[in-house]
């Protein structure tokens, strides 16, 4: 009996996906196991093993779709022994074959198999509008329904399909009703057996406008879309409140060389990052009231800093997480880091090390950028933003000098975290940046 490959459901918040590459194809043996293709989150791709045995009889879902749905079904497995030339397409009824056109983009292929599906399922086993001949039945969409090879073998013989009664399910076209029937009328064109009306790209946006100028228009990436989708919500319906301080950095960048000596034979080299996660999460334990999350009638009180920490990737960006911030060594962060940003810019970071975390970490120093309000990262209650470190004039000891000096910027979650609370947040954090020496104790 085929056996149904779905779309899987690679993390718990998982809704749909782009099916980025098949390893296999049609014919191809697999065992428990196998990697039979690549797939898109909307954070990551990752690899989608099989669960049984057998050959690939159908592809239902061509790569470099998108939009995939979880539980689709995206390919047909047949058992051993079966021949796979015979095995149907799993599901409620044949899909239609994927539109080979380029002006049909995959994620419309795919609408077009799912509403034929669903079409296919609610149509009933007779039709008052069927004559006593028996002509096929239609979809709404005037769709023959008919498997894939019944299509294949009536194009062969020169069959007009709308003139064929089908003894399959809800009336359906197999490939014995085709076998069996006589060439009478010439075959409509090719295109008479394709929907009705050819899918057209979509049209942009009534609020986009080109104005004549030279353009190109490039479709968003599931991940992109995530993040339009999250931080809109996050300014909508989060009351950001934001806090701005300047620290000193000469005692942390003189700890960062001295340490970055004695680790060089241990192949660890520490980032200003690395302390400033580390200062993050000392901060958040010390002033618990800002790890936190706001949840509805409820808040959630963290009992440890988990600090999600803001990468930049090619698609867009993610926030791998340094778990128990404030009690791992400097050394380990850095070691973490280092391994968790290479993952994420490979898009093979797992689910659990991206989802999650108590507070985030921005870091836009590295591209000279004095200060930014970073858009905090629900249903976390804030995120740090870090500006560029410079030379500024800058009053110690009662007298003006010149001093290395970088401006943080807190944004807070104002249902969660009163100002007060988020001030006391943002003066431990000044605190452990000026005298460095808390964060290697």
């Given at each position: 009996m085929p056996?149904?490959?779905k ?6 918040t998982?809704?749909?996906?782009t099916?980025?590459k ?13 990697i ?13 093993e099989?669960?049984d ?5 159908h592809i ?6 998108e939009g995939?749905?979880v539980?689709?079904?995206i390919?047909?497995l047949?058992?051993d022994?079966e ?6 397409p ?10 080979k ?7 419309e292929?795919?609408?077009s198999?799912?509403s ?5 399922k609610?149509?009933?086993?007779t039709?008052?509008g069927?004559s006593e001949g028996g002509?096929?039945?239609?979809t ?13 073998i009536?194009?062969?013989k020169?069959?007009d399909l709308?003139?064929?009664?089908g003894?399959g ?23 008479a057996?394709?929907?009705?009306s ?20 490039e479709?968003?990436?599931?991940m992109?879309?995530?993040?339009a ?5 996050s300014k909508q ?10 620290i000193?950095l ?6 960062r060389s001295?340490l970055n ?8 080299k520490l ?7 580390k ?16 949840a509805?009638?409820?808040m959630?009180?963290f ?5 999600s920490v803001?990468v930049?990737i ?7 997480i ?5 009690s791992?060594?400097v ?5 973490e ?6 993952r994420?810019k490979?898009?093979k970071?797992?689910?659990?090390e991206?989802q ?30 870090i ?5 500024r ?8 000098q010149?001093?290395?000096v970088?401006?943080?910027?807190g944004?807070f ?5 009163d100002g ?9 954090f ?7 020496l808390g964060?290697?104790?």
């Amino acid at each position: 009996m085929p056996i149904a490959i779905k779309m899987p459901a690679l993390s718990p918040t998982m809704e749909e996906g782009t099916l980025a590459k098949w390893l296999v194809k049609v014919g191809d043996s697999v065992s428990s196991g196998d990697i039979m293709a690549e797939i898109e989150t909307d954070k990551a791709t990752m690899e989608f093993e099989a669960v049984d045995e057998g050959v690939i009889a159908h592809i239902q879902v061509e790569e470099g779709t998108e939009g995939v749905k979880v539980g689709t079904i995206i390919a047909t497995l047949a058992e051993d022994g079966e021949d796979v030339s015979d095995v149907e397409p799993a599901g409620d009824g044949a899909s239609p074959e994927p539109q080979k056109s380029e002006s049909a983009e995959p994620v419309e292929a795919l609408s077009s198999s799912s509403s034929a599906a669903s079409e296919e399922k609610s149509s009933p086993s007779t039709s008052s509008g069927q004559s006593e001949g028996g002509t096929a039945p239609k979809t709404s969409g005037d769709r023959i329904i008919a498997s894939p090879l019944a299509k294949r073998i009536a194009e062969q013989k020169g069959l007009d399909l709308s003139a064929i009664k089908g003894s399959g399910p809800n009336g359906r076209i197999v490939k014995a009703d085709v076998e069996d029937a006589k060439p009478g009328a010439a075959a409509p064109a090719p295109a008479a057996s394709a929907p009705a009306s050819t899918p057209t790209p979509a049209a942009a946006p009534a609020e986009a406008q080109d104005f004549g100028i030279p353009h190109e228009v490039e479709k968003l990436s599931g991940m992109r879309k995530t993040i339009a989708r999250r931080l809109t919500e996050s300014k909508q319906q989060v009351p950001h409140i934001y806090l701005t301080v300047d620290i000193r950095l000469d005692a942390l960048l003189k700890l960062r060389s001295e340490l970055n000596a004695a680790l060089e034979s241990q192949g660890v080299k520490l980032s200003v990052n690395d302390l400033m996660i580390k200062a993050l999460g000392k901060s958040l334990e010390a002033v618990p009231a800002c790890n936190v999350q706001f949840a509805g009638d409820t808040m959630l009180k963290f009992s440890r800093a988990d600090v999600s920490v803001a990468v930049s990737i090619p698609n867009g960006l993610i926030t791998p997480i340094v778990t128990d911030a404030g009690s791992k060594a400097v050394s380990k962060i850095s070691t973490e880091m280092k391994d968790l940003a290479t993952r994420a810019k490979d898009g093979k970071l797992a689910p659990e090390e991206y989802q999650g975390g108590t507070a985030s970490l921005s870091n836009m120093g590295m591209f000279g950028i004095k200060q930014f309000e970073a858009v905090i990262n629900p249903p976390q209650g804030m995120i740090m933003a870090i500006g560029a470190g410079d030379k500024r004039p800058y009053v110690v000891d009662d007298s003006l000098q010149i001093a290395s000096v970088m401006s943080a910027t807190g944004s807070f979650d104002h249902r969660a975290i009163d100002g007060a609370d988020g001030a006391q947040l943002m003066k431990a954090f000044k605190e452990m940046i000026e005298a460095p020496l808390g964060l290697v104790a």
